[in-house]
């Protein structure tokens, strides 16, 4: 009995044919994040240290010029570490999944399966990091003066569902155009490198609301997980203004998703 395997229609997400290969999707994120910590000393230790102590560079730098009314009710160690750890879950999962295709080329050159597994378990190694992160965060926090509020239990859930769609979504792009064009393993980090001075991780938007460029910060993916993600530790926010990059995010998931159906067909043949 011969069975033959037809591209999906670009339009067709899949996620059917995904939900039964979920457990290919544990395996492909447990192999990774046994890769990552392999023969590292500090082990997790990593998740925090990073983004700890680019919070203690910010604050001894630009935490001095930064006056304690426009984090709007909290401190700028507060302000800057709770942006470092959600911002490092987008740019890992960014990262990751943008440069998933290339790294199991030889997975995808010998046996079928749904190819949406690769960028999504990329995401999941990310994720595992945020929880070790966010675990020891808390107690930081808190001595920051910047415990959890009554509107955490639906900010955080929905920050993060925000932040993993702004990274899939361009890491479902960026990942099948990697199998096309090379040159994307250059651009990556460079994208990661602009999105992050261009998002509210170290700078609330209203230290300078008259900007020309504000607009355009509004529409930042990043922009509505970092203001949400904040707002479950008492940070002050207008909803409205979260639409423009909520709508944004919707739209790279969108496209993403459809470049990468379109172009799945030809990935053996090119990785």
């Known amino acids: 009995m011969e069975y033959e395997i037809k591209p999906r229609h670009p339009l067709n997400p899949g996620f059917r044919e995904l939900w039964q290969n979920r457990e290919l999707l544990y395996m492909f994120a447990l192999r990774d994040i046994k890769v990552k910590y392999k023969q590292t000393y500090l082990g997790i230790a990593w998740a925090l240290l990073q983004p700890g102590l680019m919070t203690l560079l ?35 999962g960014l990262s990751n999944a943008g440069n998933s ?14 190819r949406l597994v690769i960028p999504i378990s990329s995401f ?4 595992v990091d ?22 955490a239990w639906y900010c955080l859930p929905l920050s993060i569902l925000l932040c993993f769609l702004a990274a899939f979504g361009l890491g479902t792009f960026l990942s099948a155009a990697n199998i096309k064009y ?22 609330p938007l209203n230290l300078n609301p008259h900007a020309w460029y504000s607009p355009i910060l509004l529409c930042n ?9 904040r707002a479950a530790f008492g ?21 993403g998703l459809y470049y990468f159906r379109k172009t799945e067909h030809f990935f053996a043949d090119l990785a």
């Open 182 to 203: 090379r040159d994307v393993r250059y651009v990556l980090p460079f994208i990661i490198q602009a999105l992050f001075f261009a998002s509210p991780v170290i700078y």
């Open 58 to 92: 910010f604050t001894l730098g630009l935490g001095r010029l930064i006056n304690l009314q426009y984090c709007q009710g909290l401190s700028y160690p507060a302000f800057a570490l709770s942006g470092f750890v959600l911002w490092n879950l987008f740019a890992s």
């Open 221 to 229: 993916p990043m922009h509505a997980p970092l203001e949400l993600f």
């Open 124 to 127: 999941l190694v990310a994720l």
């Open 130 to 151: 945020f929880s070790i992160a966010f675990c020891i965060m808390l107690p930081v926090m808190a001595f920051l003066g910047a415990s959890p509020v009554n509107a």
């Open 235 to 255: 940070y002050n926010i207008n909803a409205m203004y979260l639409w423009p990059s909520i709508a944004c995010s919707l739209f790279f998931v969108a496209y």
């Open 101 to 114: 295709m290339v790294s199991n080329a030889a997975i995808i050159k010998k046996i079928y399966f749904p």
